[in-house]
């Protein structure tokens, strides 16, 4: 218990040490978030257009996969 | 180079490199967090207060680390008209400006009780500060121009010019008298910190890197989905056929 108190007061540090790592978690997990949030945003938009453009787009996309997997 | 430019190609190669980049950010990761906050030992000088170090220089290595990036892509942008280049260089400066904030806010948090100030306008402090003032002038610039290619242009001229600014970083420390401490890690005589320091630091240098690294193909990625939305767009809008761009 008192090994668990120490760890979370840093020896009289915790209140420099604890928001130094909060603050860089933070950032890091909002750039993580924001990123992929816009490549799925991003991706089904296309996906969209893709579809609107008709079936001839979107056979020739069909084969470069085929051709990708080969 | 310029096989590399062909965005096919290269989605199928950052496709395949993708999952070991999130490994090498996770496992060095939690490794580092775990050694630098259980088991590497406080220091005799600054107490526990040193693990702030563990953020702190990954933060300020990766703002050098990711500007020298975008220099370079900057330079092969604007000497090859390599398109890849000015996407990479586009979506590198958010995540550098993210690091050198993170560089001067875990610095004043270890500042404060170190130095018993905040803030003290030092070489080391005063350059690292210029460099976030590079990195939001280099957003800004992409934006700036109705012609996104005068962006991009003026963009990566002052990403070259501002990496003058990267030597004076490194050596503010030896240069002039700083409250900052020299380097420990990098220098020419080798580490002069202790390897239970040392290694956590490592591994969460490693870590930083790979997270840069993984976050950097995700958004060129990204971008090049949306610059073929956009080239789907122009084609519909050319055929006549307004209604498949119609949201």
Redesign the interface.
């Known amino acids: 218990m008192e090994q668990i108190e120490s760890f979370f007061t840093m020896g009289g540090y915790g209140a420099y040490v604890w928001p130094a790592y909060g603050l860089t978690a933070a950032v890091m997990i909002a750039f993580l978030v924001t990123t992929l949030r816009s490549l799925r945003s991003r991706r089904k938009s296309l996906d969209t257009l893709q579809a609107k453009a008709g079936p001839r787009r979107r056979r020739s996309k069909g084969a470069t996969d085929k051709e990708s997997s080969s | 180079m310029h096989r590399f430019a062909n965005p096919?190609r290269f989605l199928?190669l950052s496709g395949r490199f993708l999952p070991w980049s999130v490994g090498l950010t996770v496992l060095p990761l939690g490794f580092g967090l775990y050694l630098g906050?259980f088991v590497a030992p406080?220091d005799y000088q600054q107490?526990?207060?040193v693990?702030?170090m563990y953020?702190?220089v990954p933060?300020a290595w990766l703002a050098l680390f990711i500007y020298t990036n975008i220099a370079i892509a900057s330079a092969i942008a604007l000497i090859w008209r390599h398109p890849l280049a000015d996407v990479a260089a586009k979506v590198s400066s958010?995540?550098g400006a993210?690091?050198t904030?993170?560089a001067l806010?875990?610095g004043s948090?270890?500042g404060?009780?170190m130095w018993g100030a905040w803030w003290v306008w030092d070489a080391r402090l005063t350059s690292v500060l210029v460099l976030f003032f590079l990195y939001l002038g280099h957003m800004a610039l992409l934006n700036a121009f109705d012609d996104p290619g005068r962006g991009r242009k003026a963009a990566a001229v002052l990403a070259l010019v501002g990496f003058v600014n990267v030597p004076i970083i490194k050596f503010s420390v030896d240069w002039w008298n700083t409250l900052h401490q020299p380097a420990s890690v990098l220098r020419m005589e080798g580490p002069s910190i202790h390897a239970e320091m040392l290694w956590p630091l490592l591994l969460m240098a490693l870590g930083f890197t790979f997270?840069y690294v993984t976050?950097l193909l995700?958004?060129m990625?990204?971008e090049l989905?949306?610059a073929?939305?956009r080239a789907?767009?122009l084609?519909?809008l050319e055929a006549g056929r307004p209604?498949?761009?119609a949201?």
Do not use: Q
């Open positions: 096919g199928r906050l406080a107490g526990e207060s693990r702030i953020v702190h933060s958010p995540i993210g690091f904030f993170l806010a875990t948090l270890w404060k009780p997270y976050l995700v958004r990625k990204s989905l949306a073929r939305a789907l767009r084609t519909a209604e498949a761009v949201p």
